[in-house]
């Protein structure tokens, strides 16, 4: 009985810590068949200082966060280790330099579907906060009614 508390207990603040990290407009686009990547959109907001470490998603074989830099006329893309969050701002992965990548697609996505990712954000204190969303799949191309 007393274990059975105690992990109630731990949910409830597990629960508790949710509360610091928002997530909002989480989007994708459909892929064309063979595409074996594609990139995600969303804001990611920390009430205070964090780091977004991992994102995981079913329908991918890994995530990436990405950044780009412009060398030379030159555009390169490569991984960051991790994204900081600074404290009340509010961070736009897909519209700036930075965005997230699924990588090694397990299987097309579709205008309409969800695509699932569990983002997990460690804070300074190195406790972590897992975070659920649901990425909303936009088609390719506008249709033509
Ligand atoms: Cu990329």
């Given at each position: ?19 610091n990290v ?22 990611i907001?920390s009430?205070t200082e964090a780091r977004l470490v991992t994102i ?9 966060i ?14 960051l280790e991790f994204l900081p969050l600074p404290a009340?701002k509010?961070v ?27 983002i997990t954000v460690e804070f300074a204190d190195k406790h972590e906060e ?16």
């Open positions: 009985m007393r274990y059975v508390i105690a992990i109630i207990m731990l949910f409830c603040a597990a629960q508790a810590w949710a509360g928002v997530v909002s407009n989480a989007s994708a686009r459909a892929t064309a068949p063979g595409q074996e990547s594609a990139a995600i959109q969303f804001t907001t009430k995981v998603s079913p329908v991918a074989g890994s995530v990436e990405h950044s780009m830099t412009h060398d030379d006329g030159m555009m390169k893309m490569h991984a009340g509010k736009s992965l897909g519209s700036s330099g930075m965005h997230v990548m699924l990588l090694d697609l397990k299987k097309p996505l579709k205008a309409g579907e969800n695509v699932p990712l569990t897992k975070i659920s969303v649901n990425a909303e799949v936009k088609s390719l191309t506008r249709s033509r009614h």
